[in-house]
Structures are given as C-alpha cells and as structure tokens.
C-alpha cells in the first residue's frame, strides 16, 4: 500500500511537473508583446474583459522598418512586457494581408480596410480598445520601450481626454522624440526606426556601424560619388555647418556619407570623394559604402528612392533621396534636413542635438536609464 501511495503520489507529481513546465514554456513563448496574429478581434475584446484588461492591437507592415525595430528591441524587453501585459491583451495585424478578419463589433472585414476605418494611415499603428468595443485611441509611429510604457499610461490614465500624446518623458522635462528645442529639420517619418541598424564598410579602413559614433552627433548623407549637383552641394553645406560651430563643438560632429552606387563607389574612390569635404578643425568625413545586399538594407532601412537613369558617357545617373539624417549623441534618429537646407540651419542644428548631448551625463546615458 505503502509503495503503490508513494508511487501514485510520484505519478502525479510528475503530472503537475510536467504542467508547470508546459505552463512556463507557454509563457515564455506568448512573452512577447504584439507577437500574436489574430482573425477575430471580437473574441479578443472578451478575452481581454475576462482578464480584466483591454485589447491592444498593433497594425505593421512586413517591410515597416519601424516595425521591425520595435519586434526587435521593444516588444522583446522584459520591463516593458510586464508594463504592457499588467494592463493589455496585445495582438498583431498584418496590413499585408487580404485574409478577411471579425472586428471589435463582430463586423466582417480585412486589415487594410479596419486601419482605414481607423485612421491609422500610418505603420506601426498603435490601436486601444474597451472591453465594450468602443475606440479608446490611436497613434501611429515607431517608439522606444518608454514611449511605449508612457503610451500604455497614458492611454490607461484616458490622458487623451484633455491632451494629446505627446511621448513626454517628465524628468527631462521634454519629449523623448524630439529635443527640447526646435529644429529645423523634419521629424523623422513615423515608420522609421529610431536607431537604424547599419554595418557598412568604411573609408577609414573599418567596418562601421551607427551605434560606433554614440557620444557624438551624427550627419549622414546618402548619394554616390559622380552625383553632379545634390551631393557635393549637401555635403559643402554639411562642411560650412560644422566649421561655424565652436571648436570644442567641432570635435563631437561625425559627418557620413554613404554611397548607393556601390558598383562604381569603391572605398578608394570614396576616401578621396569624402575628403574634400573634410571641415577644417572638425572631424574627417567617412564614406561608407555596402556590397549589394547591404545597400538593399540600407536604402530599406531609411526608407530611400534611388532609379537608375541612362546618361550618355557617364552611363547612367542615379535619382535618389536626398536630404541629411541627424542622430543625437544617443544614437537616435532626431531629424532629417531636406535638400537646400542651409548650412545656417544645419549649424543651428547640431549646436541644438549638441546641447542636448551635454551636461553631467552622456545622452547615450539618459537614453539607457529611460529605457
């Protein structure tokens, strides 16, 4: 009797062994926020009221670079994930796809025409629901884990009902997308990632990455090497802006210029292009430049147009995106300054991501605290 109580007490034993196990390993793979795509939001919104919580919808794109980001560094980090899930129920929609979905009110539909029906032009959309179905609120663009967490409060906090969201991080007492001071240049497009990831090879003899310049404020210019008028105007009016910095100010400005014309680019050609555009007392530009692939993830990472066109003896023009990308000293995308831009303006812009990057610590500091 003895052995066969111990041996049922074993038995079940390895029962509510097993169960827990499977339970963990359920969680840890459900952990991960927006990660699960759904066909009915309705029997959502009831899952979410019998949890006590609200739906959280996340509307992307598969090419979304933003939304790419996000999957990678947000929905991912634990702190965040408990932010979110204490409050939420959180699924995914494809704008890609054409399978037709139930939404919140039991309606037959599709992704496209549900973001349509809700504004949310934008991608990363960001879609708050009630337990009753109603449109609680809306955003649209690519955040961090604590513009996310501030976006989950305030939504929670029905902050909308007064002010409009606004990313607002209150110890630093500005927002965390944009600088406390105004530039003048665009705010980045809302589907761009805040810190893009790129391994290019470099003119100075290394493999580069963005994250290789954090402590410094970056400009990064794309075009190719026999561009006849936009690149050499963009990067002389890079070269005025730094020289009319302090010199102090000099030192702490990285100028990139990243070719998309790699067949003809090569890093030889692109270490003499660069150098004429070197700021006196500032930092020597580096080129960058990526084998095909490479250039591909480039030109999709910042969103970039480039066509090929034929032109006589040079073989073809390349008609591409113009304009400077302007990162902080954390690393984060802050602006991108259109062609013709002034070399005033651009001066008064790094002195302004510059300023910001100053002080007792680092931006790149401030920015790991916040997160």
Avoid at 61 to 86: F, N, S, W
Avoid at 108 to 115: E, H, K, M, R
Wanted: glycine share 8%; aromatic share 8%.
């Amino acid at each position: 009797m003895r052995r066969r109580a111990w041996g049922s007490s074993f038995a079940a034993w390895l029962r509510l062994g097993s169960g827990l196990a499977l339970g963990l390993v359920v969680g840890v793979a459900h952990a991960v926020l927006f990660e699960r795509s759904v066909d009915d939001l309705q029997r959502e919104i009831r899952a979410a009221g019998a949890e006590g919580k609200q739906l959280a919808v996340v509307l992307s794109l598969p090419d979304c670079p933003g939304c790419l980001e996000m999957e990678k560094t947000v929905y991912r980090d634990t702190h965040t994930q408990r932010a979110i899930e204490r409050r939420f129920r959180t699924v995914h929609l494809d704008l890609a796809s054409t399978e037709p979905i139930i939404d919140v009110k039991g309606r037959a539909t599709t992704a496209t025409d549900l973001a349509k029906g809700l504004r949310a032009f934008g991608t990363p959309s960001f879609v708050f629901f009630a337990v009753d179905g109603s449109l609680l609120y809306r955003y649209s663009g690519t955040l961090d884990r604590a513009g996310l967490r501030r976006l989950a409060d305030y939504v929670v906090r029905a902050k909308y009902e007064t002010v409009p969201f606004a990313s607002r991080d209150a110890t630093r007492g500005k927002t965390a997308d944009r600088p406390s001071a105004t530039l003048h240049a665009s705010p980045p497009a809302g589907n761009l990632p805040l810190y893009p990831e790129l391994a290019l090879s470099a003119s100075d003899g290394r493999e580069r990455r963005l994250a290789d310049f954090r402590g410094q404020v970056v400009a990064l210019s794309v075009g190719y090497t026999q561009c006849p008028d936009v690149c050499p105007t963009t990067l002389l009016a890079l070269k005025g802006a730094v020289e009319a910095l302090s010199a102090a100010q000099r030192q702490r400005v990285q100028v990139l210029f990243a070719t998309l014309d790699p067949d003809r680019d090569a890093l030889a050609m692109l270490k003499e292009y660069v150098a004429a555009f070197a700021p006196a007392g500032g930092r020597p530009v580096i080129g960058l430049r990526g084998n095909t692939e490479a250039t591909a993830r480039l030109i999709s990472q910042l969103q970039l147009v480039t066509e090929k066109r034929p032109a006589g003896n040079a073989g073809y023009t390349l008609d591409h995106t113009a304009g400077v990308f302007l990162f902080d000293s954390s690393g984060r995308l802050q602006g991108v300054a259109p062609f013709g831009q002034s070399a005033t303006e651009l001066q008064s812009d790094l002195a302004i991501l510059l300023a910001e990057g100053a002080g007792g610590q680092t931006a790149a500091q401030r920015f790991s605290r916040a997160n």
